[in-house]
């Protein structure tokens, strides 16, 4: 059950694009149709953003896209916004229904 | 939808709490539900599912034969009974709608373990 692999920051001027990367392996990442992207501003709950890799939940804008290759998933923020400014973490279904999540990457918008 | 979680404090090394998530605005008992925690400043962990019926429960390692989930559909609710708690085990606790999607999260609750 180790962590996803996530940069720890990434950063982009408002109306740019940002990717966040989300590195795991066979047995989570590259072999689940399960991959999600969470949004957490500090002292807020976790917001879903993504589902089922490149799924939107209602009322999330579509600057946000989420796409896989393999082993690693990614999230793409499309005309920054400073209220876009997180951290954003990715999480997969594993093996024996378990989930696992990445170690989470800080969005700053320049 | 609403999720609220309850039941976190203070507690001393190997001592036992028992966190309540209760749900609204929607229909409790067809969905998983899930507890991740979160500890300071540091990133989210999935610690424990339970199917809809409760007939299945799956745990991170580190929780294994110390946390136990649990739920009541009829109340529409979530527990997390934690026993002999670590100070690793200090973090804020919330519960979310779902498995594999986590939709709805709740606010948290703070679990310290401290002496």
């Known amino acids: 059950q180790s962590a996803l692999t996530q940069p720890p920051s990434a950063s982009g001027s408002p109306g740019q694009s940002v990717t966040i990367s989300c590195t795991g392996t066979s047995s989570d990442v590259g072999g689940s149709n399960y991959v999600s992207w969470y949004q957490q501003h500090p002292g807020k709950a976790p917001k879903l953003m993504i589902y089922?890799?490149?799924k939107r939940p209602s009322g999330v804008p579509d600057r946000f896209s989420g796409s896989k290759s393999g082993n690693t998933a990614s999230l793409t923020v499309s005309g920054l916004q400073a209220e876009d400014e997180a951290d954003y973490y990715c999480?997969?279904?594993?093996?024996?229904?378990?989930?696992?999540f990445g170690g989470g990457t800080k969005l700053t918008v320049l | 939808v609403q999720l609220v979680e309850s039941g976190g404090g203070l507690v001393q090394p190997g001592g036992s709490l028992r966190l309540s998530c209760a749900a609204s605005g929607f229909t409790f008992n067809a969905y998983w539900m899930t507890w991740v925690r979160q500890a300071p400043g540091k990133g989210l962990e999935w610690v424990a599912t339970?199917?809809?019926?409760?007939?299945?429960?799956h745990y991170v390692d580190s929780v294994k034969g110390r946390f136990t989930v649990s739920r009541d559909n009829p109340k529409n609710s979530l527990y997390l009974q934690v026993n002999s708690l670590r100070a690793d085990d200090t973090a804020v606790y919330y519960c979310?709608?779902?498995?594999?999607?986590?939709?709805?999260w709740g606010q948290g609750t703070l679990v310290t373990v401290s002496s």
């Open positions: 979310a709608r779902g498995q594999k999607n986590l939709d709805y």
């Open positions: 339970i199917w809809e019926d409760g007939s299945e429960k």
């Open positions: 999480t997969s279904n594993a093996s024996s229904n378990n989930l696992v």
């Open positions: 089922e890799v490149s």
